[in-house]
């Protein structure tokens, strides 16, 4: 059975039509958290499109509407239980690592599961990697679960860096993966370190770090810069030339890559810059 099935006969034809059926799951076959919107229009119906998503999806024990935007430092959302547990710590699985979670009180995206992957193969073994806007650690986590390195992953949300220090030793890579609380800027002068890749995956604003990540990288190294983009547009291409020439520092841009879409006419990307 499927949402479309469950909500016959208590949502009409056109409201199934206009709710849609994306929804995203957190978790693992035990226990699982969904993640919906609701339009404006059907939010009078949203308990009973809860408890379908509770029946269609037996390892699904809370329903959250999502009832605000990403916002604030934290990149967290506002959320509504519309069915099920008030509990809502899940251990989600992915990539064969485990990252245990709580959505409503860090930000963690089940649809970056390949681009983590995706940056995961391009690493080789004896590499130092930075990641600065580190979350409950899932980059560093895939990297590190198969590979040989070094990586200090920087995180400013407090409950996000607990996870992150519990999901490295969930995952036994506490030799390899360093979590470390703090505001990036301030974590990268005691760092005092070079690196050969940075990851910079806060697409609002990451690119006003590049003054602060330039000079992290060893010559060779490689930036990933995560921004938001409409099609076409060079923003972020301009943005990392201007960082560089304050810097003082030689890049080129290596590529850019579209890694999901995020409105209309609207991608997250990552441009990948070379340090010489
Ligand atoms: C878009 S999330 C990405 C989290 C993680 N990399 C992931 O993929 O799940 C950005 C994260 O950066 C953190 N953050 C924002 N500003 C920061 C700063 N100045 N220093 C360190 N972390 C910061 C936020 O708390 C948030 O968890």
Redesign the pocket.
């Known amino acids: 059975m499927n949402l479309k099935d469950a909500l016959e006969g208590r949502l009409t034809a056109k409201e199934t039509e206009k709710l849609g059926t994306s929804f995203d799951i957190v978790g693992s076959r035990e226990k699982a958290v969904a993640i919906i919107e609701v339009p404006e229009e059907l939010r009078k119906k949203e308990k009973i499109i809860g408890e379908a998503l509770l029946r269609v999806h037996k390892n699904v024990v809370s329903v959250l509407r999502k009832s605000s935007e990403?916002r604030g430092?934290?990149?967290?959302r506002e959320y509504r239980l519309i069915a099920g547990s008030r509990n809502t710590e899940v251990l989600h699985r992915e990539s064969g690592c485990r990252f245990l979670l709580d959505p409503r009180k860090?930000?963690?995206?089940v649809r970056?599961g390949t681009?983590?992957e995706r940056i995961a193969k391009q690493v080789k073994d004896g590499e130092k990697i930075l990641?600065?806007?580190?979350?409950?650690?899932?980059?560093a986590i895939v990297i590190a679960k198969n590979k040989d390195t070094r990586i200090y992953?920087?995180?400013?949300?407090p409950e996000?860096h607990k996870y992150a220090c519990e999901n490295v030793l969930l995952n036994r890579v506490g030799n390899r993966v360093v979590p470390v609380l703090?505001?990036?800027?301030?974590?990268c002068k005691i760092l005092g370190q070079k690196f050969d890749r940075i990851?910079m995956?806060?697409?609002?604003?990451a690119w006003s770090?590049l003054d602060m990540a330039l000079p992290c990288s060893k010559p060779g190294g490689v930036i990933y810069l995560?921004g938001f983009e409409d099609k076409g547009s060079k923003d972020l291409e301009k943005k990392a030339k201007t960082a560089a020439k304050k810097t003082k520092t030689k890049i080129r841009i290596l590529r850019k890559r579209k890694v999901l879409p995020y409105g209309p006419g609207t991608f997250k990307v990552c441009l990948e810059i070379k340090v010489s």
Request: glycine letters at 8%; hydrophobic letters at 40%; charged letters at 30%.
């Open positions: 990403r430092e934290f990149r967290l860090t930000y963690f995206s970056e681009e983590r990641v600065m806007f580190g979350g409950v650690a899932p980059f992953s920087v995180e400013i949300n996000a703090g505001d990036v800027r301030e974590v990851l995956p806060l697409p609002e604003k770090f995560y």
